[in-house]
């Protein structure tokens, strides 16, 4: 076996690791809240941030719920308490902090009718 054809073997194993894990997807949002934070303790903002994923899954973190309410709000211009799917889709972009989340805004599971609650959980 040719030593080069390995470490390309190695390289191609290593990049379908990460992204069947998501791993850059991980760091991503990891720099992004970091930057909005930018924390003193640095080391123990990143575990933190960290078990809050494990708890509450991988969606981001980076908005607590009042600036995620102020942002419904915007689009709520009729203050209905609701807003159209479509409308739904430009607010989760605009809040999109990595690829990942915003190719997840064009989600079939968005229901036609969003309210605030059905918002914040997206």
Do not use: W
Not at 75 to 101: R, V
Request: aromatic share 8%.
């Amino acid at each position: 076996m040719n030593l080069g054809t390995h470490e390309n073997e190695v390289v191609l194993d290593a990049e379908s690791y990460l992204r069947e894990h998501k791993i850059l997807d991980l760091f991503e949002d990891l720099l992004t809240i970091v930057c909005h934070k930018q924390p003193e303790n640095l080391e123990q903002f990143l575990v933190d941030v960290l078990k809050q994923r494990k708890e509450h899954g991988s969606r981001s973190i980076v908005y607590n719920e009042a600036e995620l309410q102020n942002i419904f709000l915007l689009f709520d211009l009729k203050s209905e308490g609701h807003i159209s799917k479509e409308q739904c889709k430009e607010a989760l972009k605009t809040l999109a902090n990595s690829e990942f989340h915003f190719k997840q805004t064009d989600s079939d599971s968005i229901p036609d009718k969003v309210d605030l609650f059905t918002f914040i959980k997206l």
